[in-house]
C-alpha cells in the first residue's frame, strides 16, 4: 500500500480519550476475552531486516479492522531516527514540522499510534497512562536491533514490573524477514565478529514471516527456511506477500506464558515443515545445529524424577546465569556459552507437565495450567545461542538419561 493510502488520521490531545470503533473482525479473539477488567496488557515486538516488511505489517495491522484497540510503538530503544520518515506518518497533519518527542495519533479503526522518541521504559510508562485507551502494544524495533534485550525489560524485569510495567505482559517477538535477501544477510552476518544482528532477530524470534515470496522461487524459498531452522528450529514460519498474515497468527500467541497450548510453539519444536502446513514432526532423538555462529541444541527428554529436575535447574542456572557447564570453568571451554532463547515441555514423575521458558540469563519453569493435556510422550529442551556444542549436549543428557 502505497504511503498516501494511510487513513487520514487527526492529532489526538495527549488528555483526549481516543473513540474507539466496535469489532469488525470475528476471526481474532479480543484481547481482553476471558480476563477480569485491569488485566494485563499483551505486547508483541516486532523485529526484521532493513526493508523486510515491518512496516508493512504494521500498516496491515492499522488499517484493518480487526476490533483490537492496539497501540504501536514505532520508534525504537533510544534511536534517535527521524520519525516523520517512518512509512507510517505521524506527524499531525496540521503541523507536519512538529518535532515534540511523543505523539498519540487514533486512527479509524481504533488503533492508537504512538510514535516515541525517548528512551524505552519511559516510553512506555507514558503509554500505560492511557491504559484503558488500548489492549494491545506492538513495538516494532529498527532492522539493526536485538530484540532480545528488549523482550527482557517486559519479562521478568521487577524493577520494570513495579511500575507501569507490572501492567504488561510480554506476548512474543515476531521477526519479518525478507525473502530476496535474508539468506545473503544471515550469511553476511556470519562473516562478522560475533553473532551478527540478523541472526540474534531470528534466535529471538517466536513466529517469523518469510515475506516477499512473490520475489523469489520456490528452491530459493526452501534454502531460506532451511537456513532460518538451523538457527531456531522451534520458530513458527508463514510466508507472506506484503505482510499478509492472519492477525491471530502473530497476536495472543503467549509465547511467554506457561499456558502456552500444545499446539503453538512448543509443539513444533522438531518440526521442520511448514508451519502453515501444521505438520508435526515425531523424531525423538537429539539434534544439534550449528549455523553461522549461532548453534541450536534440541534433547529429548524423559519423564523426570525430583532429583533429575532439580539437576536440570541446576545445569540451566549455570549455563545461563555463568555461562559454563556445572563442574567446568569458562577457561576449558573453546568457546564461549551464551544462551539467547530457550524453550521446553517435559513431564516429571509426580505427574506434572513443566513448561520451560527462558530470554537471555532469565528463565522461569512453570507448571502446565489449563488444559488438560496430560503429560508429553516425549519431553524436549531446545537452547539457542552460542558454544552449543557437543560438550553441552552430553553434559545436559547426562541428566537427564
Ligand atoms: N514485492 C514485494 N514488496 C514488498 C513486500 N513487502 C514489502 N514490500 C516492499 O518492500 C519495501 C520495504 O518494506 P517496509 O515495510 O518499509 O520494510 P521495513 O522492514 O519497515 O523497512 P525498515 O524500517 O527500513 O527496516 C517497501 O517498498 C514495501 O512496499 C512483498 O511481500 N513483496
Given at each position: 500500500m502505497p504511503r498516501s493510502d494511510i487513513p487520514t488520521i487527526a492529532m489526538s490531545d495527549d488528555e483526549d480519550v481516543p473513540i474507539l470503533v466496535e469489532s469488525g473482525f470475528e476471526s481474532v479473539p479480543a484481547a481482553n476475552d476471558d480476563k477480569p477488567a485491569g488485566h494485563q496488557v499483551p505486547l508483541t515486538i516486532i523485529s526484521g531486516f532493513l526493508g523486510a516488511g515491518k512496516s508493512t505489517l504494521l500498516k496491515r495491522i492499522l488499517t484493518e479492522h480487526h476490533g483490537y484497540r492496539i497501540a504501536v510503538i514505532m520508534n525504537e530503544f533510544g534511536d534517535t531516527a527521524d520519525i516523520e520518515s517512518r512509512a507510517i506518518n505521524v506527524s499531525s497533519a496540521s503541523d507536519p514540522t512538529a518535532e515534540s518527542s511523543e505523539e498519540f495519533l487514533e486512527l479509524s479503526n481504533g488503533c492508537l499510534c504512538c510514535s516515541i522518541k525517548d528512551t524505552g521504559v519511559a516510553a512506555i510508562e507514558k503509554l500505560m497512562q492511557r491504559k484503558g485507551a488500548f489492549d494491545y502494544i506492538l513495538l516494532e524495533t529498527t532492522g539493526l536491533a536485538d530484540p532480545g534485550p528488549i523482550a527482557s525489560i517486559f519479562w521478568h524485569n521487577e524493577e520494570f514490573n513495579r511500575g507501569k510495567g507490572k501492567d504488561i505482559v510480554l506476548d512474543g517477538v515476531v521477526c519479518v524477514v525478507?525473502?530476496?535477501?535474508?539468506?545473503?544477510?544471515?550469511?553476511?552476518?556470519?562473516?562478522?565478529?560475533?553473532?551478527?544482528?540478523?541472526?540474534?532477530?531470528?534466535?529471538?524470534?517466536?513466529?517469523?514471516?518469510?515475506?516477499?515470496?512473490?520475489?523469489?522461487?520456490?528452491?530459493?524459498?526452501?534454502?531460506?527456511?532451511?537456513?532460518?531452522?538451523?538457527?531456531?528450529?522451534?520458530?513458527?514460519?508463514?510466508?507472506?506477500?506484503?505482510?499478509?498474515?492472519?492477525?491471530?497468527?502473530?497476536?495472543?500467541?503467549?509465547?511467554?506464558?506457561?499456558?502456552?497450548?500444545?499446539?503453538?510453539?512448543?509443539?513444533?519444536?522438531?518440526?521442520?515443515?511448514?508451519?502453515?502446513?501444521?505438520?508435526?514432526?515425531?523424531?525423538?532423538?537429539?539434534?544439534?545445529?550449528?549455523?553461522?555462529?549461532?548453534?541450536?541444541?534440541?534433547?529429548?527428554?524423559?519423564?523426570?524424577?525430583?532429583?533429575?529436575?532439580?539437576?536440570?535447574?541446576?545445569?540451566?542456572?549455570?549455563?545461563?546465569?555463568?555461562?559454563?557447564?556445572?563442574?567446568?570453568?569458562?577457561?576449558?571451554?573453546?568457546?564461549?556459552?551464551?544462551?539467547?532463547?530457550?524453550?521446553?515441555?517435559?513431564?516429571?514423575?509426580?505427574?506434572?507437565?513443566?513448561?520451560?521458558?527462558?530470554?537471555?540469563?532469565?528463565?522461569?519453569?512453570?507448571?502446565?495450567?489449563?488444559?488438560?493435556?496430560?503429560?508429553?510422550?516425549?519431553?524436549?529442551?531446545?537452547?539457542?545461542?552460542?558454544?552449543?556444542?557437543?560438550?553441552?549436549?552430553?553434559?545436559?543428557?547426562?541428566?537427564?538419561?
Open positions: 525478507d525473502a530476496v535477501f535474508g539468506k545473503q544477510q544471515m550469511e553476511e552476518d556470519h562473516a562478522q565478529e560475533g553473532i551478527g544482528e540478523s541472526l540474534r532477530q531470528i534466535a529471538a524470534a517466536d513466529v517469523i514471516l518469510l515475506n516477499k515470496t512473490d520475489l523469489v522461487t520456490t528452491a530459493d524459498l526452501r534454502a531460506t527456511e532451511d537456513l532460518l531452522r538451523e538457527v531456531n528450529p522451534t520458530v513458527t514460519i508463514h510466508y507472506t506477500i506484503r505482510a499478509n498474515i492472519d492477525l491471530k497468527e502473530v497476536v495472543n500467541i503467549r509465547a511467554y506464558t506457561s499456558r502456552v497450548p500444545l499446539d503453538v510453539g512448543i509443539s513444533r519444536l522438531g518440526d521442520h515443515d511448514h508451519a502453515v502446513h501444521g505438520h508435526e514432526e515425531s523424531h525423538n532423538h537429539s539434534t544439534h545445529y550449528e549455523v553461522r555462529g549461532i548453534s541450536s541444541l534440541q534433547v529429548s527428554c524423559p519423564v523426570l524424577s525430583s532429583a533429575q529436575q532439580e539437576r536440570l535447574e541446576e545445569w540451566i542456572r549455570t549455563v545461563l546465569w555463568e555461562s559454563q557447564l556445572s563442574g567446568h570453568s569458562t577457561s576449558d571451554r573453546d568457546r564461549p556459552l551464551e544462551v539467547l532463547r530457550c524453550k521446553g515441555i517435559f513431564g516429571t514423575q509426580s505427574g506434572q507437565t513443566l513448561v520451560l521458558q527462558g530470554v537471555r540469563n532469565l528463565y522461569e519453569l512453570e507448571p502446565l495450567v489449563g488444559d488438560d493435556v496430560g503429560l508429553p510422550e516425549h519431553g524436549k529442551l531446545v537452547f539457542i545461542g552460542k558454544g552449543l556444542d557437543d560438550a553441552v549436549r552430553k553434559s545436559l543428557e547426562n541428566i537427564l538419561h
